[in-house]
């Protein structure tokens, strides 16, 4: 974080800009990101599937915690969702317990709103810590192998810090998968809190994100960060020891663009008969005389107009060898969309 004092000393009120760069890369994840949500069928059927819901909610819960040292199951949350008994230590149930808790509100909250913020804390962090729902009195810093890696500022300078910070997000017009990822690393820098601050900073990203599109409240971005943990960490430290952020916008889009296309359900596209059965012969990489004998076609022309072009035009096969299309050698193969096509129609 950028030191937050003008050229004569004194703070500019209300003028606090977080210090990031916009690089290729965060522009290319941007659009990655939207075009991955382009490609949903039935974003409908996906924001009321209630399985997919409790499924993916399951593993953003169990992800967030997991990085806070919860050692708690995906089996074991969802049997404390269900009001089932479970053998585990006490704490780390409170953690899910609070958790659950937090998530039922999650649609109440606005991200501007400092108060909804502070009333996330109360709830996240009950039975846990003493200091709930208010900011830390005292130092803290960040230790990683039992070294301090980050010292946050003084207890006195958070609620300006936060101010500041709320500021901006209100009145900011970037777009909201760089402000979420903005606002995350500078509060996870301030460290507003005396415990909780992961937990807090990745529900408020994901806050942030839901109010630009609603299916991000079923979408584990957590899960994704939990597994590239080490690399999460390593972008706050790089992120802060340059004074810009880009780096770890880059790190949480790479998160949330992973999460988008492993986690969505994204319904299998319409395909015509001819294409489908054509899709389901293919084996590895074949020619078109193969594809056409594996069909059991005759008719040459046919095939390559029912058939063939259909499945290239739309993207479901491509050629092994694009630069020489009539080449003797030419052969086809799924592409990744043909792939997941068919197993979806597989599964």
Do not use: C
Not at 94 to 120: C, G, K, M, S
């Amino acid at each position: 974080m950028a030191d937050r004092t003008g050229a004569n000393g004194m703070k500019p009120k209300h003028s606090y800009q977080p210090p990031y760069t916009i690089t290729s890369a965060i522009l290319n994840l941007v659009a990655g990101i939207s075009e991955a949500f382009g490609r949903f069928t039935v974003l409908e059927d996906m924001a009321t599937s209630l399985r997919l819901r409790r499924v993916n909610r399951i593993r953003t819960i169990r992800g967030s915690l997991a990085i806070e040292g919860n050692t708690m199951s995906e089996e074991q949350i969802t049997a404390i969702m269900d009001g089932r008994r479970v053998i585990a230590p006490p704490r780390e149930i409170q953690e899910v317990r609070n958790a659950i808790a937090a998530y039922d509100r999650f649609t109440q909250w606005r991200p501007e709103n400092e108060a909804n913020l502070l009333e996330a804390h109360r709830i996240l962090m009950a039975g846990l810590i003493d200091e709930i729902g208010v900011y830390r009195d005292g130092g803290v810093g960040v230790l990683a192998d039992n070294q301090v890696i980050h010292m946050a500022p003084s207890a006195v300078r958070v609620p300006e810090l936060m101010g500041d910070l709320f500021r901006w997000l209100a009145d900011t017009d970037a777009h909201p998968l760089i402000t979420g990822s903005v606002f995350h690393y500078e509060f996870e820098f301030i460290h507003p809190f005396a415990d909780g601050n992961g937990r807090m900073g990745r529900l408020w990203q994901t806050l942030i994100l839901t109010q630009w599109n609603p299916l991000f409240a079923d979408i584990p971005v957590e899960s994704m960060v939990h597994e590239h943990q080490a690399a999460y960490y390593q972008a706050l430290q790089d992120s802060t020891s340059r004074t810009d952020s880009a780096a770890f916008i880059e790190f949480m889009l790479r998160m949330i663009l992973d999460a988008v296309t492993t986690a969505a359900p994204q319904v299998a596209p319409q395909v015509t008969p001819q294409v489908s059965r054509l899709l389901v012969h293919i084996r590895g990489e074949m020619s078109s005389e193969a594809l056409q004998n594996a069909l059991e076609l005759q008719d040459r022309k046919s095939f390559r107009e029912r058939y063939l072009k259909p499945a290239m035009t739309d993207g479901w096969i491509e050629m092994t060898i694009p630069d020489k299309p009539n080449s003797r050698l030419q052969k086809y193969r799924l592409t990744n969309k043909g792939r997941q096509w068919l197993h979806q129609r597989e599964g």
